[in-house]
């Protein structure tokens, strides 16, 4: 068994406009990746860098639908690294809002895993808050948020 997380929320716009801002490396940069951005757009079988040294293979899309990513999950116990499953899902509301939820799954059981869980439960969090600020407001909630984005460094969370 591997331990894994589920969030997911409401952005104010249509699924096609809240599919893009994933999708489209300079709005991703404008609200989540923001140092060192992303490298290119998401396509399938294509890997691309967020941040400056995040490689993030695109596994699966399907337009204004779902998009299926791997990446590096962290270093085990065992001291050996493995990659997770991220999958989002965007479901059109009658309101003509958007349900956006992400899963990642395939952490190890561990200390080290349980750690990356929470790690990534609050990331993933973060980035679909700053996602709706940025596509219904055009606000960029990340800006000056961490210290290490001060510094130059890619974006992450503290130690606990």
Do not use: H
């Amino acid at each position: 068994m591997s331990l894994g997380i589920r969030i997911s929320g409401r952005v104010g716009r249509p699924v096609a406009e809240v599919f893009d801002a994933v999708v489209n490396p300079k709005k991703l940069s404008s609200y989540f990746t923001t140092i060192g951005g992303a490298s290119a757009p998401l396509v399938k079988g294509t890997t691309v860098t967020w941040w400056k040294d995040a490689p993030v293979e695109v596994v699966e899309l399907v337009p204004e639908s779902s998009i299926v990513l791997r990446w590096d999950g962290g270093t085990g116990e065992d001291k050996t690294t493995y990659k997770t499953l991220v999958e989002m899902n965007f479901k059109p509301l009658e309101d003509g809002g958007t349900l956006v939820t992400i899963a990642e799954t395939g952490w190890r059981e561990d200390d080290a895993g349980r750690r990356g869980t929470y790690l990534n439960c609050e990331g993933w969090t973060q980035m679909l808050c700053c996602m709706k600020a940025f596509v219904e407001y055009g606000i960029n909630l990340r800006e000056g948020m961490f210290l290490s984005e001060m510094k130059g460094e890619p974006a992450s969370a503290p130690d606990v």
